[in-house]
C-alpha cells in the first residue's frame, strides 16, 4: 500500500489542520516532519507540505534566502517541541497605498525568551505566528 501524501491549503485554516495533525504524529515522526522543514528549507517545504497558489509561490520565491532559512529553523524548532504555529491573514485596513503589498511578519515566545519580535497572547503560551497582509 502506498503511503498517503498529505498537503493541505496554505490558508489560517489549512495551517490549523496541519497542526492537528501534527498532534496524531508519534515523537519520530514529528522528528521527521522536522528534519523536513529543516532539510528542505522553507522555499521547498511549503510547495511540499501545502497547496500554494500562483501569487503565494511568486513571493515565497522573492523572500531572501536568509530570512528562509530563519523560518525554516523556528518552524522545525516549533514542530519538535510541539509550540503552535498560526498563519494569520488579518483583515484590510482598506488603505488605498497598502493594497497589493504583501507582508510578513513573524512573532515567536518561547519560554518567555522570543526568537524574533516580543509579543504576547492571553494564555502565556508559546507560540509561533506568521502573519501575511495582503
Not at 97 to 121: C, D, H
Amino acid at each position: 500500500m502506498k503511503k498517503r501524501f498529505l498537503k493541505f491549503p496554505f490558508t489560517a485554516a489549512g495551517v490549523a489542520q496541519w497542526q492537528q495533525w501534527l498532534a496524531g504524529l508519534s515523537p519520530v515522526q514529528r522528528e521527521e516532519e522536522a528534519q523536513r522543514v529543516a532539510q528542505l528549507g522553507l522555499q521547498a517545504f511549503l510547495p511540499y507540505r501545502f497547496m500554494l497558489n500562483a501569487s503565494q509561490v511568486a513571493y515565497l520565491d522573492s523572500l531572501p534566502p536568509a530570512l528562509c532559512m530563519l523560518w525554516a529553523a523556528q518552524i522545525a524548532y516549533a514542530i519538535r517541541e510541539e509550540i503552535a504555529i498560526t498563519l494569520v491573514k488579518p483583515e484590510t485596513q482598506g488603505h488605498a497605498q497598502v493594497r497589493g503589498v504583501k507582508f510578513i511578519e513573524a512573532n515567536s515566545q518561547t519560554g518567555g525568551m522570543p526568537m524574533l519580535a516580543a509579543a504576547t497572547e492571553g494564555n502565556g503560551g508559546d507560540y509561533l505566528r506568521f502573519t501575511i497582509t495582503y
